[in-house]
Structures are given as C-alpha cells and as structure tokens.
C-alpha cells in the first residue's frame, strides 16, 4: 500500500521533525510512505474572508499538482465524518482491498482546505471537533495510520 501524506507548511521544530522520522520508520514495514510538504501562504491578520479564501485556493492548487488520477484522496475536514481507531483500520483495509491502494491524506494550512480540494476528495475525515495546529496535527495522523496498521495485522497496540 502506498500512503501519501501532502502537508500545507513544513516542519520546523526539531521534536515534531523526529516524531515524523519515528513513525515513517515504524511504517515502513506496512506501507511506502510518502510525505509531501506544500508552502504555506502568510495570512495578513484580520484577513477578510475573501482574502482567506484566496490564500486557501492558493495553497490548494500547490497540493493539486501532486495528487494522481489512481489516488484516492482523504481530505482532513472539520466538517468530515469522525471514526475510531478500530474502524479507521478496517477503512484503510478496506480501501486496499478494493484495488484502492494509493491513498493521499491532505492537511490543510491554518485556513483548512480549499473548495477544490474538497471537491476532489474522495472522503471527508475529521479527527475532532477541537482544532489542532497542523503540524502536531501530522504526527497525530500518522500515529492513527500506523495503529491502524497494528490492528490490521492483529498486532497489539495501546487501547
């Protein structure tokens, strides 16, 4: 299974830089991962919401160029539908199952995700109702991809 991960922003602090390594080394045993970090565009304070919206449309054509006609893409969405740990594994197994087994996951910059992202996104998950900076919101992502992997497999993981 190919997993990719497009990020809007790159990672600066040191921790969340090892966590990414961590887990990209924990899933290397289960899948090829590929993790594609997007420039972020700066957001003015009190932004209008046209300007936000422009920034996002920006943000989302830069993700754009690197999703594939063969991916089947998962938008990261406070509006998106919430699961468990247990049922995102069967998700994801699923997805694998049915010949779908390049999967994008896309985190939007501090604005969220553009309209035509959206519109391309084959599913809509939300994690929570609380809001995350988006670059925990990463390692988080795939902590959640790699436990799902565990339970796949049959594997034991922390309840």
């Given at each position: 299974?190919?997993?990719?991960?497009?990020?809007?922003?790159?990672?600066?602090?040191?921790?969340?830089?090892?966590?990414?390594?961590?887990?990209?080394?924990?899933?290397?045993?289960?899948?090829?991962?590929?993790?594609?970090?997007?420039?972020?565009?700066?957001?003015?304070?009190n932004?209008?919401?046209?300007?936000?919206?422009?920034?996002?449309?920006?943000?989302?054509r830069?993700?754009?160029?690197?999703?594939?006609?063969n991916?089947?893409?998962?938008?990261?969405?406070?509006?998106?539908?919430?699961?468990?740990?247990?049922e995102f594994?069967?998700?994801?197994?699923?997805?694998?199952?049915?010949?779908?087994?390049?999967i994008?996951?896309?985190?939007?910059?501090?604005?969220g995700?553009?309209?035509?992202?959206?519109k391309?996104?084959d599913?809509?998950?939300?994690?929570?109702?609380?809001?995350?900076?988006?670059?925990l919101?990463?390692?988080?992502?795939?902590?959640?991809?790699?436990?799902?992997?565990?339970?796949?497999?049959?594997?034991?993981?922390?309840?």
């Amino acid at each position: 299974m190919n997993i990719t991960i497009i990020a809007v922003g790159k990672l600066k602090e040191k921790y969340l830089k090892a966590a990414v390594e961590e887990y990209s080394k924990r899933l290397s045993r289960y899948c090829r991962l590929n993790i594609i970090e997007v420039q972020d565009e700066k957001t003015p304070d009190n932004a209008s919401s046209s300007e936000q919206d422009i920034i996002k449309e920006k943000e989302g054509r830069r993700i754009l160029k690197y999703i594939n006609d063969n991916m089947y893409v998962v938008a990261l969405d406070l509006k998106g539908s919430m699961m468990g740990s247990e049922e995102f594994s069967k998700f994801v197994g699923n997805l694998g199952l049915s010949g779908k087994s390049n999967i994008a996951f896309i985190i939007g910059g501090s604005l969220g995700i553009s309209s035509e992202i959206l519109k391309r996104a084959d599913y809509k998950l939300c994690f929570s109702k609380m809001t995350f900076p988006h670059q925990l919101f990463r390692i988080m992502l795939l902590e959640q991809i790699y436990r799902g992997f565990r339970i796949m497999k049959g594997e034991p993981y922390h309840k």
